[in-house]
């Protein structure tokens, strides 16, 4: 009985961390086709920019669907989680859009080849290494939590000075994220006793938290390399 346990973790197991890296491809694609419609047409950029309740409103809806994913995941069904997930997906693609219109084509996709180098040692790293990076993870988490507050802050003073300070803080912040959680998705999906939908739901929400983590990491190594137009 142990041994066939053992052989169904060991085919589980690298399949649902496929799912994890499939699941944040498809939803970057999403987001990158969702920036480069908005980008086509200034029309759809102007109007994010200039309409202030409609730029709000989809930052606030953003942060809903994030809480709610990862808070109620376990509640929903896996096709309603994934579609959520697809929206987040779309939604941040018109976010972004006002951002990278700011930079030259150029320096974005520069900056998406190195942001995905980065993103992709990072989480080797974290998949491959015998260390527990769960002190590391804490203490970045707490660093997050003052990266927010900073940025918050320098809405109202618009230091530039902050502002490059948060840009650097944030890369280091988000690399580091990224080792310890593809790390903490490995160990909750080896915990994984059969890929049944409950395992699933724990891909999903891995694969949402790396696409967040890939997300912040490009948008800060963005604003410290990306050219301006």
């Given at each position: 009985?142990?041994?066939?346990?053992?052989?169904?973790?060991a085919?589980?197991?690298?399949?649902?961390?496929r799912?994890v890296?499939?699941?944040?491809?498809?939803?970057l694609?999403?987001t990158?086709?969702?920036?480069?419609?908005?980008?086509?047409?200034?029309?759809?950029i102007f109007?994010?920019l200039?309409?202030?309740?409609?730029?709000w409103?989809?930052?606030?809806?953003?942060?809903?669907?994030?809480?709610?994913?990862?808070?109620?995941?376990?509640?929903?069904?896996?096709?309603?989680?994934?579609?959520?997930f697809?929206?987040?997906s779309?939604?941040?693609?018109l976010?972004?859009?006002?951002?990278?219109?700011?930079?030259?084509?150029?320096?974005?996709?520069?900056?998406?080849?190195i942001?995905a180098?980065?993103?992709?040692?990072?989480?080797?790293?974290?998949?491959?290494?015998?260390?527990?990076l769960?002190?590391?993870?804490k203490?970045?988490?707490?660093?997050l939590?003052?990266?927010?507050?900073?940025t918050?802050?320098?809405l109202?003073m618009?230091?530039?000075?902050?502002?490059?300070?948060?840009?650097?803080a944030g890369?280091?912040?988000?690399?580091g994220?990224?080792?310890?959680?593809?790390?903490k998705?490995?160990?909750?999906?080896?915990t994984?006793?059969?890929?049944?939908?409950?395992a699933?739901?724990?891909?999903l929400?891995?694969?949402?938290?790396?696409?967040l983590?890939?997300?912040?990491?490009?948008?800060?190594?963005?604003?410290i390399?990306g050219?301006?137009?």
């Amino acid at each position: 009985m142990i041994n066939e346990q053992e052989g169904t973790l060991a085919a589980a197991f690298p399949a649902l961390m496929r799912k994890v890296y499939l699941w944040m491809t498809l939803a970057l694609a999403i987001t990158g086709v969702t920036s480069m419609v908005v980008l086509s047409n200034e029309r759809f950029i102007f109007t994010i920019l200039e309409n202030q309740v409609l730029f709000w409103g989809l930052i606030i809806g953003e942060l809903v669907l994030v809480f709610v994913i990862s808070g109620m995941i376990h509640k929903m069904s896996i096709t309603t989680a994934t579609l959520l997930f697809v929206l987040y997906s779309v939604i941040n693609g018109l976010t972004l859009s006002p951002l990278l219109y700011a930079f030259t084509e150029t320096s974005i996709a520069k900056v998406f080849f190195i942001t995905a180098g980065t993103f992709g040692v990072m989480s080797l790293i974290g998949y491959t290494t015998k260390t527990d990076l769960s002190s590391i993870g804490k203490i970045l988490f707490m660093a997050l939590i003052g990266l927010i507050i900073a940025t918050l802050v320098n809405l109202f003073m618009h230091s530039s000075t902050l502002d490059l300070i948060i840009s650097y803080a944030g890369v280091v912040i988000f690399v580091g994220l990224t080792a310890w959680d593809t790390q903490k998705i490995k160990n909750m999906l080896a915990t994984c006793e059969e890929p049944n939908e409950q395992a699933h739901k724990i891909a999903l929400l891995g694969s949402l938290t790396l696409y967040l983590d890939f997300i912040n990491l490009f948008i800060y190594l963005l604003r410290i390399l990306g050219d301006r137009k």
